[in-house]
Nanobody
Framework: QVQLGESGGGLVQAGGSLRLSCAAS????????MGWFRQPAGKEQEFVAA????????YYPNSIKGRFTISRDNAKNTVYLQMSSLKPEDTAVYYC???????????????????WGHGTQVTVSS
């Protein structure tokens, strides 16, 4: 199966930037659509971004678009989430997820993703 590992989280001041990485092993990540989700402490999971296998299509919720960018380097089996203009409300555990890419529309629903990482903590201070 695909194994996913997130890294790059940490503490940053409001207005700053971070880049999260999700490294995949076990299968070729280019065959999978990837998603980023986040879960603030005590709150429900929220969709952040998605990208198709080749990297030609992306999808963001309106609250994210313009601040975060998802990208991938398939040669490195890695997906990235570049975050800028960070706000305290961005504080959460960030998870990456994968699903086989068969050309279907990118989805914000956690249930359609088959593989998940263990998460990385992002804390934005004011």
């Amino acid at each position: 199966q695909v194994q996913l590992g997130e890294s790059g989280g940490g503490l940053v001041q409001a207005g700053g930037s971070l880049r999260l990485s999700c490294a995949a092993s076990g299968r070729t990540v280019s065959k999978y659509a990837m998603g980023w989700f986040r879960q603030p402490a005590g709150k429900e999971q929220e969709f952040v971004a998605a990208i198709d296998g080749p990297g030609g299509s992306t999808y963001y919720p309106n609250s994210i678009k313009g601040r975060f960018t998802i990208s991938r380097d398939n040669a490195k089996n890695t997906v990235y989430l570049q975050m800028s203009s960070l706000k305290p409300e961005d504080t959460a555990v960030y998870y990456c997820a994968a699903r086989p890419d068969r050309g279907q529309v990118l989805s914000p629903r956690p249930a359609v993703y088959d593989y998940w990482g263990h998460g990385t903590q992002v804390t934005v201070s004011s």
